[in-house]
């Protein structure tokens, strides 16, 4: 599986910005997938993740409520919609996928077998 994140970019804060994340490959529909990020200096840090089907999603305290993960199925993509963006939302963000029918959790690095390249966002204050 390969993933394509895009949609980075350089935001005020409060702003709201969307990123996305094209898959390569005929099962994306059985594994789950998700964002984290890595800010400068700091260890990577989950973001959100959502189930195979789409039925059910994850954040963290930090972003729930402002941030909404999403999947096309279909169009292999997932989006993660980033509202009232904040400085601290400043980070490179990777999208995320695990292996096929994965039954463990959402919330480790450890959980996802495929990274894509990351892309910036930088949130201005």
């Known amino acids: 599986v390969q993933l394509q994140a895009s949609g980075g970019g350089l935001v005020q804060a409060g702003g709201s910005l969307r990123l996305s994340c094209a898959a390569s490959?005929?099962?994306?529909?059985?594994?789950?997938v998700g964002w984290f990020r890595q800010a400068p200096g700091r260890e990577y840090e989950f973001v959100a993740a959502?189930?195979?089907?789409?039925?059910?999603?994850y954040y963290t305290d930090s972003v729930n409520g402002r941030f909404t993960i999403s999947r096309d199925n279909a169009k292999n993509t997932v989006h993660l919609h980033m509202n009232s963006r904040k400085a601290e939302d400043t980070a490179v963000y990777y999208c995320?996928?695990?292996?096929?029918?994965?039954?463990?959790?959402?919330?480790?690095?450890?959980?996802?077998?495929?990274w894509g390249q990351g892309t910036q966002v930088t949130v201005s204050s």
């Open positions: 490959g005929r099962t994306f529909s059985s594994r789950n």
């Open positions: 995320v996928a695990s292996v096929s029918h994965y039954s463990g959790s959402y919330y480790s690095w450890s959980d996802y077998a495929y």
């Open positions: 959502i189930t195979s089907g789409g039925g059910r999603t």
